[in-house]
């Protein structure tokens, strides 16, 4: 008479899980492009610190236009390169007095008019990875910082 098999011992075979649910269908939205972010407007006045700035005059609307206000504004920088004065923008700007950055701006235009507190500043502009500098005062109207 055969005897019977003894129970296996350790953890019995598991069976495999069953496939998850699937919640119900939802629609789904369109795939759509964020829409891109909004032109940032030249010739807008904007304020770093306590400096009000206005960049621009590629085009010479936009050189009218600085004209036409440069009288509101106590200083003045231009941004050029090369031997013939080529208008330059995207100039990262830092303006120092007393040792301490009062200001910092990306400059969208080769002149920026500025209205700063009377006194000095040094300006440093930095182009491609090349920092000029330059000292400019209130009243003093014009700077050109050449590449």
Known sequence: MASP????????PTAPAPPPMAAPAQPRPPLTTP??????EAMVQRTAGSVAYICG????????ALQSQ????NMS??????ARGEYLSDVDVKLM????EVASFIADGPRCLLKAPSGTYNVRATYQGRTKTATVS???????MRW
């Not at 005059?57 to 009218?64: C, F, I, L, R, S």
Request: overall charge positive.
């Open 57 to 64: 005059g590629v085009a010479e609307d936009e050189q009218v």
């Open 5 to 12: 098999a003894p129970a296996p011992t350790g953890t019995p």
């Open 97 to 100: 007095r007393g040792g301490k």
């Open 35 to 40: 829409p891109p972010p909004p032109p940032r």
């Open 77 to 82: 920088l231009l941004f050029t390169q090369g």
């Open 70 to 73: 440069a009288r509101k504004y």
């Open 138 to 144: 209130t009243g003093g109207k014009n700077a050109q």
